[in-house]
């Protein structure tokens, strides 16, 4: 059972209309790693995000987790079993404190009844206790913490980015998708930001699947690639693999320059 993958991707495909954005994807990821997901502009990154988390149904193939196939399933329902995620554009309820953002997070698992919560019962203050304080530690990860009190609009940029973040984490997930959480930072909060996933991985035994059009800074941080073109899986590997695969050479700078460099790298 341990050398079952946590997360199997087998086949699966997403048609819209005429357009096939994914097709016939396959992946493995382990428990514990940090893979990355990269491709040009409208590769089928988001869409496969779209599709572990139950936003869209595959077309084709099939999605397991831990063994569990999660095709059909309600978006609410993935998060249970345990992936969890963040958006390209930020998603937050702009209007109420950064705490709260992440309470209501918590909310979606609470362990106390609705019924007690209904009543407030006892169960429910444990309940209610017991999240406030696991999520002010994760804003204290996130070096958050001093600003929890403030409304989550006024953060800014980066914080709200890592915000999103500690939103994700509060769901308790097995594997976290990130998609793009760098996008719009410079590059110091970038590096920051990274070395946090980092961090975060090992202390919360986590396994990450990260969206990163930042190259660099996938190959830095990632153990193993997946990489899309026009919804297909062009290449895996390790990022020296990925780094010297033709295909991606050419997905990302065309034809002519990949086999220039090709040639190059022959002599
Ligand atoms: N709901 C939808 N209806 C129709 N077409 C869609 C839909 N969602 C995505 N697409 C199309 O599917 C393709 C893949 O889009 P997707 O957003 O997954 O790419 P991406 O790799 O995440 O791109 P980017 O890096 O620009 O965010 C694109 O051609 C896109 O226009």
Do not use: W
Not at 170 to 182: F, M, R, V
Not at 194 to 222: P, Q, S
């Amino acid at each position: 059972m341990e050398n079952n993958p946590l997360l199997h991707v087998r086949g699966v495909g997403m048609q819209f209309g005429g357009l096939k954005a994914v097709s016939g994807l396959h992946m493995e990821i382990r428990k514990g790693e940090l893979v990355g997901l990269i491709g040009p502009n409208g590769a089928g990154k988001t869409t496969s995000f779209n599709l572990l988390t139950g936003v869209y149904v595959p077309t084709e193939g099939e999605i397991l987790l831990e063994g569990k196939r999660l095709n059909g399933l309600a978006p609410y329902q993935i998060t249970r079993m345990g992936i969890s995620r963040t958006f390209q554009n930020i998603r937050l309820f702009n209007e109420i404190s950064v705490l709260d953002n992440v309470k209501i997070a918590y909310h979606s698992l609470a362990k106390h009844s609705m019924v007690s919560s209904i009543l407030r019962l006892p169960p429910h203050f444990a309940g209610e206790k017991e999240m406030e304080e696991k999520a002010i530690q994760f804003l204290r990860m996130f070096q958050l913490e001093t600003c929890m009190h403030e409304t989550a609009k006024n953060l800014p940029y980066g914080q709200q980015r890592r915000l999103e973040i500690v939103r994700a984490l509060a769901a308790g997930p097995k594997l976290l998708l990130l998609d793009e959480p760098a996008a719009g930072m410079n590059q110091q909060e970038t590096r920051q930001l990274m070395e946090l996933i980092a961090f975060i991985r090992h202390e919360l035994d986590l396994t990450i699947l990260l969206i990163e059009h930042d190259m660099k800074l996938v190959m830095g941080i990632c153990e193993r690639i997946y990489v899309l073109d026009h919804g297909q899986l062009i290449a895996q590997g390790t990022p020296e693999d990925i780094r010297n695969h033709v295909k991606v050479i050419e997905a990302y700078l065309g034809e002519e320059v990949a086999s220039n460099h090709v040639e190059r790298g022959a002599n």
